[in-house]
């Protein structure tokens, strides 16, 4: 267990703080708050500014014009900050949900997940969503859909799904055709404190997810061994992604509990045992 060893990036409090992921353009990390309907981007210097979503939004990524991609209930949206508005890039055909996690590969192709709105029926469902193409159903059956990171050397995708009854990772095979194939479970939470949230991928290949409701990140090599396991100043850690230049600097995101409001914090990914980001930025090629 290592030593806390994190500082506030962003003096604004967050009801549910979620996916954080950093701007290369900007030198700042857009993230969400969920649960207070806020789209907000932190520069690494700690200065944040924050819009009010029409919907609840579940994720935020970068698209290759620099736009923020929104993912929220009734669809994905591509904000304008000098408009302050959204654009909707496609509309969600499942009503009753909503977005929740997301990750971009190389190729810009956007793998964005549903859950239900009352977190309670196994109704999320996986989509690929890449260039000008109708979004395209590639995995159901999700609760709590989450973790996800694309592995491009190995050609992997990771999904997590973070309800209580579940707590398990998944790694698949992207085929040739792009779809993923040969689920198999790459780690439980059952021994672990919390549950798996949000993730990202460092240089090695090392998947790190945060374990919401424990108090912990963890880093699992690619064969599914736990390596490391990071200690942070809340309870309810909820994603993490690494920051500036080639990843040097970690982010975390986190939920309000009784004691912390929701907040990002920040520590430079050495202290961590990390060597910064997996290779290449991606950003969304979907428009």
Known sequence: MLPPSFAALSDLPARLGESPVYSPSEDAIW??????RKLIRTSLDGRTTAWSTPEIPGFVQIGRDTRPIVGMQSGIFAFDVEARSF????????????????CV???????????DLANSDPVGVLYRVRGSRPMEPVLDGF??????????????????????????????DISDDGLPRNRRVFTRFDGLAGRPDGAALDSDGGYWIAGIGGSELYRFAPD???????????RSPTKLAFAGTNGATVVVTSRADDTHDGRMVACPAWVLG?????????AVEAS
């Open 274 to 282: 990390a060597r910064g980001a997996a290779p290449g930025l991606c």
């Open 87 to 102: 654009a909707e890039i496609r509309p969600c055909p499942q009503a009753g949900t909503r977005f929740n996690d997301a």
């Open 224 to 234: 599914g061994r736990l390596t490391t396991r990071v200690a942070v100043p809340f």
């Open 31 to 36: 993230w969400v708050d969920i649960d207070g």
């Open 143 to 172: 609760l709590t859909i989450n973790g996800l990171a694309v592995d491009e050397r190995c050609r992997h995708l990771y999904v997590s799904d973070s309800h209580p009854t579940v707590r398990t990772v998944w790694a698949f």
């Open 105 to 115: 590969d190389a190729a810009g192709t956007l793998w964005a997940g549903t859950m």
